[in-house]
């Protein structure tokens, strides 16, 4: 981690009708790290994320990218800082008609242009960075199984060289084995490429294996931000019964 501030949320609030899910929420994610972001069924893990990309507006408060304001930025501005970020979702969102490779160069079909040759080497590579082999290439989503599909919408969120990858439950649904694999990749393309991983999970072997530090939603806020150890020690009941419960010691090795 350098420890500066990337991407700062100041007091914000998201409701859908009557149900407030977010209340005076504020988090600092810093350059570097991998930030876990944990919390109950119904804390609004996937919506947090959702409202920092831009995809539901906060009913309030403010989020700002390396000090500025989201809200401050033209659409001309916008666009080229959604550029700089990686975001996969819970189920993978692969196009179900393209192969791994068609999928992995839709993001730059869309922003850059370039020559088909060129569009298709950048695939290869985000695809192998991804840990995917040259054999994924050509495959269908249908075709892969559950950790590949994974792989697969991680290669498409490197295409444009992201700062920045927002990850939605990226061990979902596979085995442990495979949800190893997922991890030591993303852990991989911290290192070397330098990123910022925001994760949201509620996989307690991820957090410890790969997470700089965890952010805990309880109660319509961030209760707690710090390395695991740390909040080991927090008092909240609901960290207690997370990361304490059989769950949590088994996680630990206890």
């Known amino acids: 981690m350098s420890g500066d501030v990337l991407i700062e949320v100041r007091g914000l609030v998201t409701r859908f009708g009557d149900h407030v899910v977010h209340d005076g929420l504020n988090l600092e994610v810093m350059r570097g790290e991998i930030l ?12 947090l994320l959702n409202t920092i990309i831009g995809l539901k507006q906060p009913d309030g408060g403010e989020i700002l990218f390396e000090g500025r304001r989201l809200s401050e930025m033209d659409r001309e501005e916008r666009h080229a800082l959604e550029t700089r970020w990686g975001v996969t979702f819970q189920y993978g969102a692969l196009f179900s008609s393209l192969t791994v490779r068609e ?11 370039m020559s088909p040759k060129l569009m298709r080497e950048i695939a290869d590579l985000k695809i192998a960075l991804a840990g995917l082999g040259v054999e994924a290439r050509d495959k269908f989503p249908s075709e892969l199984s559950g950790g590949m599909k994974k792989r697969a919408a991680l290669a498409r969120a490197l ?4 700062d920045i990858l927002f990850l939605d439950e990226p061990t979902a649904g596979l085995d442990p084995i495979a949800a190893g694999v997922v991890d030591n990749t993303i852990k991989e393309l911290r290192e070397t490429l330098g990123l910022t991983v925001f994760l949201v999970t ?12 965890v952010a805990v939603i309880a109660d319509k806020r961030i209760a707690a931000v710090a390395p695991i150890p740390e909040l080991l020690k927090h008092s909240h009941p609901w960290i207690q019964e997370y990361f304490k419960g059989p769950r949590g ?4 090795g206890g």
């Open 103 to 113: 999928n992995v160069s839709a993001p730059l079909r869309e922003h850059v242009s």
């Open 36 to 47: 876990g972001v944990v919390g109950g069924s119904g804390s609004g893990k996937s919506v």
């Open 202 to 213: 509620h996989d307690l072997d991820s957090l410890h294996a790969i997470c700089d530090r």
């Open 159 to 162: 295409a444009l060289d992201p």
């Open 249 to 252: 010691r088994a996680a630990l």
